[in-house]
């Protein structure tokens, strides 16, 4: 049986269906309760309530799991989710001849790039340490485990393009891109980790092309009919400079196949 946290999410949701079309039982984990019959309810899928913050419902969750895809996070606290995890899942081992459960994360490729030297770095790019310091809670698990690297989602640079577009003037970071990658060839992959043996860090996922900040912006402005001035802004801090020079982006593992043209033609209509 699969576990997957997270699985209401925009990554996860789409793996769900894939391990489910591989034939194999799907239990999802939600803060949210519902209900066998509710959202998202088919053949093979079963939701259960926990927080990975709280703790809450987590040993339920994860017992009886074989495999615990993780797709489950926040803007704060992964590493602690990872902590709540693992500990559970650790417990969980051995339980009526329970064998160690394979744990497949999912990280961001530059988790280990991108300095977290000072606040300025921790406040602007605090995500990519928070993704380092869960890789480093599941890889210390005494667990199999299994951590796929991706890049930015198509779905979070639409979110990030759409807030910015309420704005009058739109500030856009000079020197940052982004490598866009599809959730859809990410859940894929997750799938097929999920499916084979633990094998620890994996090459990284990462877009089939780099974008400029700027002309993902303007393309997103393009896409909706909208017109904006956009400004460049120089973002202080090492975690900046590093991203300036790449530290996001993957341009060898250049594997996705769905580009961000494709989406936007696709989710974008005026
Ligand atoms: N988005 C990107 O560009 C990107 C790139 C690389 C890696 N990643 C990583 O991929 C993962 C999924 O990202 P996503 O964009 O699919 O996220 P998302 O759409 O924001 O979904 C987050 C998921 O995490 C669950 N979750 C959040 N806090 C939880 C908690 N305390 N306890 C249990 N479940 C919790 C949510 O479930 P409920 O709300 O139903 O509880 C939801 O299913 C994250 O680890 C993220 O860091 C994302």
């Known amino acids: 049986?699969?576990?997957?946290?997270?699985?209401?999410?925009?990554?996860?949701?789409?793996?769900?269906?894939?391990?489910?079309?591989?034939?194999?039982?799907?239990?999802?984990l939600s803060?949210?309760?519902?209900?066998?019959?509710?959202?998202?309810?088919?053949?093979?899928?079963?939701?259960?309530a926990g927080d990975l913050d709280t703790g809450q419902g987590i040993d339920a969750a994860v017992a009886g799991a074989e495999v615990i895809v993780h797709c489950a996070g926040g803007r704060k606290g992964d590493g602690d989710k990872a902590r709540t995890l693992v500990r559970a899942a650790s417990r969980a081992e051995g339980l009526e001849g329970a064998g160690a459960p394979h744990l497949v994360n999912i990280s961001v490729t530059g988790a280990d790039r991108v300095p977290q030297d000072g606040r300025l770095d921790r406040t602007m790019f605090g995500y990519f340490g928070m993704?380092?310091?869960?890789?480093?809670?599941?890889?210390?698990?005494?667990?199999?485990w299994t951590t796929l690297r991706a890049t930015q989602f198509?779905?979070?640079l639409l979110m990030v393009a759409r807030a910015m577009a309420r704005l009058p003037?739109?500030?856009?970071?000079?020197?940052?891109?982004?490598?866009?990658?599809?959730a859809?060839?990410?859940a894929a992959r997750m799938a097929e980790l999920a499916a084979g043996?633990?094998?620890?860090?994996?090459?990284?996922?990462?877009?089939?092309?780099?974008?400029?900040?700027?002309?993902?912006?303007?393309?997103?402005?393009?896409?909706?009919g909208m017109r904006r001035p956009v400004v460049?802004?120089?973002?202080?801090?090492?975690?900046?400079?590093?991203?300036?020079?790449?530290?996001?982006?993957?341009?060898?593992?250049?594997?996705?196949r769905r580009t961000w043209e494709e989406f936007l033609a696709e989710r974008v209509r005026r």
């Open 1 to 28: 049986m699969y576990l997957v946290t997270g699985g209401t999410g925009t990554l996860g949701r789409l793996v769900v269906p894939q391990l489910v079309q591989a034939g194999g039982k799907v239990r999802v």
């Open 31 to 48: 803060r949210r309760p519902r209900s066998a019959a509710g959202e998202g309810a088919a053949e093979g899928i079963e939701f259960v």
């Open 131 to 144: 993704k380092l310091d869960a890789e480093r809670v599941i890889a210390g698990s005494g667990l199999p």
């Open 154 to 156: 198509h779905d979070l």
């Open 169 to 182: 003037v739109i500030p856009v970071a000079s020197g940052v891109r982004f490598q866009p990658v599809d």
């Open 184 to 186: 859809g060839d990410v």
């Open 197 to 224: 043996p633990p094998s620890g860090l994996v090459p990284d996922l990462a877009g089939p092309r780099i974008y400029p900040m700027a002309d993902l912006v303007q393309s997103y402005l393009r896409a909706a």
């Open 232 to 256: 460049p802004v120089r973002l202080p801090g090492h975690a900046a400079e590093a991203v300036r020079n790449g530290a996001n982006l993957a341009p060898e593992r250049a594997v996705g």
